[in-house]
């Protein structure tokens, strides 16, 4: 769970998880499946009734050694309504990453969500970025 920046006054958190192709959490993905990176994100009662705008949700991957560095998946937008929770998922395509990656390349990944406030075509200073796990491409 990573904390919401707000300032100066508000509070949200954000948590994330990878859910492979047969609905189960993991860190272990066949390159030629898709996947799905969940987020829910909770903001206090205060914010959830005056902020206005749009949530923009986007995943990240980041690999060690060789590999990909890049968006995985579309950015997902959802407009601010009012609510304290919100849920949203990013479908990352199969054969995004390589399969069965050649040495030196482990296969290995950090995936990282960013979710911004944008309003009137702005970001704002509301944001979180969240590290998930560590997952293995094969």
């Known amino acids: 769970m990573t904390n ?14 990878v859910v492979d192709n047969n609905g189960s959490a993991t860190n272990v ?12 994100w909770t903001i206090d009662t205060e914010s959830a009734r005056v902020l206005g705008g749009q949530w923009e949700l ?22 601010l309504d009012g609510s304290e929770t919100y849920s949203d998922a990013i479908v990352v395509p199969p054969n995004t990453f390589p399969d069965n990656p050649a040495a030196p390349s482990p296969g290995v990944y ?3 969500v960013v979710l911004l406030l944008r309003n009137n075509n702005r970001v704002t200073d509301v944001a979180a970025i969240a ?8």
């Open 4 to 17: 919401i920046q707000f300032p100066p006054t508000g509070s949200g958190n954000l948590t994330i998880t």
């Open 131 to 138: 590290e998930g796990p560590l997952v293995r491409i094969g």
């Open 58 to 79: 986007s995943a990240y991957v980041e690999s060690f050694g060789p590999g990909l560095d890049a968006q995985v998946g579309p950015t997902r937008v959802k407009a």
């Open 29 to 40: 993905l066949e390159a030629s499946q898709p996947f799905t990176i969940e987020a829910v």
């Open 110 to 112: 950090k995936v990282i």
